[in-house]
T-cell receptor, first 116, second 116 residues
Framework: KAGVTQTPRYLIKTRGQQVTLSCSPISGHRSVSWYQQTPGQGLQFLFEYFSETQRNKGNFPGRFSGRQFSNSRSEMNVSTLELGDSALYLC???????????????FGQGTRLTVV | AQTVTQSQPEMSVQEAETVTLSCTYDTSESNYYLFWYKQPPSRQMILVIRQEAYKQQNATENRFSVNFQKAAKSFSLKISDSQLGDTAMYFCAFRGYGGSQGNLIFGKGTKLSVKP
């Protein structure tokens, strides 16, 4: 069974640009969550999608957005990039259903975004 | 709001010895999940062990075991017979049991080095 796949693995963008990151969950997993990891702030929750609907959101500005497609693949978009957006972005998928949220989260290897 | 605190930024242990990583958390919930994740240099977050708060018995997975003290809100990880492959960042994480709190809340991590 393939794991969680994140693309691209590395990305360099210029301040002010926008970026889209992709996450393909484990087959059959309908919940996808995104996290930002930085040396200073650690791991912070961005948002969670389930069945194409955002059902939980962290404390990030509106420049950070996401969506989920009918095949459960998810994308995360950051507009008007700032230097502080440089981070490792991790995606996690789980088998959580509408009534059972707390199942194990499986993580991808992340996308390393560098903003210059 | 829930918080997770790991008070040991770095630790070092000799191969084959035992090491304990500390984690404390704060929550007003009575039911929840606690996790230890390992992040090696490859960046892949790997679940090491999980504990359900309603279970009094401490979880064990091979060389990894936890000491869960619910009243003290403490959740330490013991690694026995440390191996070189255990070298990694270790993150303690909290997840609520239901409602909208499906995301993981992470501590800042402990960098563990296993020396030959």
């Amino acid at each position: 069974k393939a794991g969680v796949t994140q693309t691209p693995r590395y990305l360099i963008k210029t301040r002010g640009q926008q970026v889209t990151l992709s996450c393909s969950p484990i087959s059959g997993h309908r919940s996808v969550s995104w996290y930002q990891q930085t040396p200073g702030q650690g791991l912070q929750f961005l948002f969670e999608y389930f069945s194409e609907t955002q059902r939980n959101k962290g404390n990030f500005p509106g420049r950070f957005s996401g969506r989920q497609f009918s095949n459960s693949r998810s994308e995360m978009n950051v507009s008007t990039l700032e230097l502080g957006d440089s981070a490792l972005y991790l995606c996690a998928s789980s088998l959580a259903t509408a009534g059972l949220r707390n199942t194990e989260a499986f993580f991808g290897q992340g996308t390393r975004l560098t903003v210059v | 709001a829930q918080t997770v605190t790991q008070s040991q930024p770095e630790m070092s242990v000799q191969e084959a010895e035992t090491v304990t990583l500390s984690c404390t958390y704060d929550t007003s919930e009575s039911n929840y999940y606690l996790f230890w994740y390992k992040q090696p240099p490859s960046r892949q977050m790997i679940l090491v062990i999980r504990q359900e708060a309603y279970k009094q018995q401490n979880a064990t997975e091979n060389r990894f075991s936890v000491n869960f003290q619910k009243a003290a809100k403490s959740f330490s990880l013991k690694i026995s017979d440390s191996q070189l492959g255990d070298t990694a960042m270790y993150f303690c994480a909290f997840r609520g049991y239901g409602g909208s709190q499906g995301n993981l809340i992470f501590g800042k991590g402990t960098k563990l080095s296993v020396k030959p």
